[in-house]
């Protein structure tokens, strides 16, 4: 009879079958009163789960056995809240047809379609969620029953739902012999929904929820298909949670890189171009060239070599690689040479075939590149290296091409032509953990100078239990050691997860949070030695005998596109004055001070500052609002009076009141001290802080 195996270790044996439930309240009343559901050899389950046979027991509640809200808890959470307002909406719209409803990492949403064109609006969202309000108050059981395969599917052609019915055909095409339903209380009598689970136990479990917005969808995501409206909603436990996601949802929309990047105008995405191609703006251009200077330098500073290649290159490199035919679906399709083109079309080569001839190698092409590495590895292989020589660090920001759904591609952040901040080495096997060292402290820099001091890294590793992985288990060995120490240096929190390296090498993923408490997953620090073994790179060792490199590659921040995406919402626009396209506005006061005002603005152009003059006929309040609007760092208001003591009236963003007067070249001087020192704004040392230690 089942022994059951605790997270602790503790073992609980029992005579007879028992359920979760019944083991949480063996271990105690508190985590009865607390469990949500159960993680049963790692795998999430009700809490009404019969356990009959030896098994590992986790019984989930909100919090997380080491802290923190446990986020399959909100899996169950959310899951169930969707049950409860399909109910809720199928009482105040009867005709509708329910057909998929999953939980989401910040919510959930339903599908539903309504036949008779009685959709609702946003204006029944306080009726739905007063109907849901009852249900919760009702606080009936998710009861889950199964039936036979075919016994369901009667069921399901009766209450004739053809939605449901696909579901369950799906079901039934991957393996399943059984069919689930959950009924909200008692099956048969109350609301019950075709699902495979699972649920908390009560609809009271679910502490706050609401209804957020629609959106229309179509069956299966085909647009021929019917149109389905998405009904999306969150829930949390506790009414604070849900209202701190309400404020952090407000302070993101304010944020939302799309929005700023429009009003701003760093960016454009041109349906003319193609969705998910980014047109960088010469305003956003400056952030990127600025920012791609930065991150140069440092790495100059750490030996790197830049390098340039091309954005193709023929499917045998990518075949070699082995990025084709795999991973085909997030690729463009390949490029064929005209003459090679007329010469299938003649011979009758229909598209399918020409497909499997060029996954087959029988016809060569080129390929949009997906990766910079294997033109880098061609670099390296370009000549003989002996062991003296390396570690080789060749670096480009490299733009690559890759495949998006086009229903996942919107602003920066998911797009179909990216350029990372590449960068590959070729080390020794005893240069590793030095190596990704140096990428972590260059990351290290890079974040504070941006002020982005809560971040933190994930260290993949292997799963003790398989054997997929290539290269030396000794090698590996020291390469995840050098991982977990070099994330251990950067005195940051970091977690270990074993089964998420690739097969290939170990690796180290940052995950950067921003000021409103999101998470952006950035960029990775890998270690491959998959890539030398299949190009087969060598270099000569101390015994003159042929070695075979270990190759890094590391792209911290991702892509200049997400990077710069996460910066904006970061600094809701307002860049430090070294990032900002335009660094000070020069605003004389009347056509008077015209004259003073363009010699001020050229001393800052000679010095290399991004500095215009507002020569509108505005009053100068107006010009300051457009200035602030326009989220410029430094204006600088000119009058008469200024022109003849040779002042400026110093304003900073974000600052309501005049600074102050500074003389002309100790504002020039300033300005170039603080864009220089690439420091944040309002930070020691700034012309904005000058005034502020004056007054002091
Ligand atoms: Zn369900
Ligand atoms: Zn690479």
């Avoid at 750490?302 to 082995?322: C, F, N």
Wanted: aromatic share 8%.
């Amino acid at each position: 009879m089942p022994r059951i195996t605790l997270p602790d270790g503790t073992v609980k044996s029992y005579d007879a079958p028992v359920t979760a439930a019944q083991v949480a309240a063996d271990i105690g009343a508190g985590l009865a009163k607390a469990a949500l559901g159960a993680k049963v050899d790692g795998t999430l389950t009700d809490l009404s789960t019969t356990l009959d046979r030896d098994c590992t027991l986790a019984i989930v509640t909100m919090k997380r056995r080491e802290g923190g809200i446990d986020p399959e808890a909100l899996t169950l959470l959310r899951h169930s809240a969707a049950h409860i307002m399909a109910e809720a909406i199928q009482r105040l719209f009867p005709q509708v047809r329910l057909v998929y409803g999953p939980p989401l990492e910040t919510g959930f949403y339903y599908d539903m379609a309504f036949p008779d064109g009685k959709v609702p609006s946003t204006d029944d969202f306080a009726r739905i969620e007063a109907e849901m309000a009852k249900i919760v108050a009702e606080d009936r059981r998710f009861t889950r029953y199964d039936l036979p395969l075919a016994e369901g599917m009667a069921k399901l052609r009766t209450e004739g739902s053809k939605y449901k019915l696909d579901n369950a055909e799906r079901a039934a095409e991957a393996g399943s012999t059984t069919l689930s339903w959950y009924a909200t209380g008692h099956p048969g009598k109350d609301w019950e929904d075709l699902c495979r689970g699972p649920h908390v136990p009560n609809t009271g479990r679910v502490g706050a929820f609401k209804v957020m917005s629609l959106a229309s969808s179509y069956w299966k995501g085909d647009e021929t298909s019917d149109r389905l409206t998405r009904v999306y909603g969150t829930a949390f436990a506790t009414k604070p949670e849900l209202e701190a996601h309400m404020v952090q949802l407000e302070e993101a929309r304010k944020r939302d890189h799309r929005v700023l990047g429009k009003q701003l105008r760093l960016f454009h995405i041109d349906e003319m171009v193609g969705q998910g191609l980014i047109l960088w703006t010469p305003k956003g251009s400056i952030i990127r060239n600025e920012l791609q200077n930065f991150i140069g330098t440092e790495l100059r500073k750490q030996g790197y070599q830049q390098v340039y290649t091309p954005h193709i290159g023929k499917l045998d490199l990518y075949r070699t690689s082995g990025h084709f035919p795999y991973y085909r679906e997030s690729q463009y399709p390949p490029i064929v040479e005209h003459d090679e083109m007329a010469r299938l079309a003649s011979e009758g080569c229909t598209c399918a075939d020409l497909s499997n001839r060029m996954a087959q190698g029988e016809v060569d092409g080129y390929m949009l590149r997906p990766m910079n590495c294997p033109h880098h590895i061609r670099i390296f292989a370009s000549a003989p290296h002996s062991y003296r020589d390396l570690p080789v660090r060749l670096a480009e920001f490299g733009t690559v091409y890759r495949w998006e759904q086009s229903g996942e591609i919107g602003g920066m952040t998911r797009v179909r032509g990216f350029t990372q901040d590449d960068a590959h080495l070729f080390v020794r096997e005893d240069q590793v953990a030095q190596e990704v060292l140096g990428c972590l402290s260059l990351v290290k820099i890079i974040f504070a100078t941006l002020g982005m001091n809560e971040y933190r890294v994930r260290v993949g590793l292997r799963d003790p239990d398989s054997a997929k992985y290539v290269g030396d288990p000794a090698n590996w060995d020291k390469a995840e050691k050098a991982c977990r120490d070099a994330a251990r240096s950067l005195g940051v929190p970091f977690i270990e997860e074993p089964g998420e390296a690739a097969f290939y090498g170990p690796k180290i993923d940052f995950v950067v949070k921003d000021v409103i408490g999101r998470s952006w997953q950035l960029g990775t620090v890998q270690v491959d030695y998959n890539l030398p073994i299949r190009f087969d790179l060598s270099y000569a060792g101390a015994d003159n005998q042929p070695h075979r490199p270990v190759m890094i590659h590391r792209a911290p921040f991702g892509s200049m596109e997400r990077f710069i995406g996460c910066l904006i919402e970061h600094f809701a626009g307002a860049f430090p004055l070294w990032l900002s396209p335009e660094q000070v506005r020069v605003l004389p006061i009347s056509e008077k001070s015209a004259a003073y005002a363009d010699e001020l603005c050229a001393a800052l152009k000679a010095r290399g500052i991004r500095a215009e003059t507002d020569h509108s006929n505005e009053r100068v309040q107006a010009k300051i609002k457009i200035a602030a609007e326009e989220k410029i760092p430094y204006m600088a208001v000119v009058g008469p009076r200024d022109a003849e003591s040779r002042a400026v009236s110093v304003r900073a963003r974000g600052v309501e009141a005049n600074l102050g007067e500074m003389p002309f070249d100790a504002f020039v001087d300033g300005i170039l001290r603080e864009a220089e020192g690439r420091m944040l704004s309002g930070a020691p040392g700034s012309v904005q802080a000058s005034f502020t230690a004056r007054s002091a």
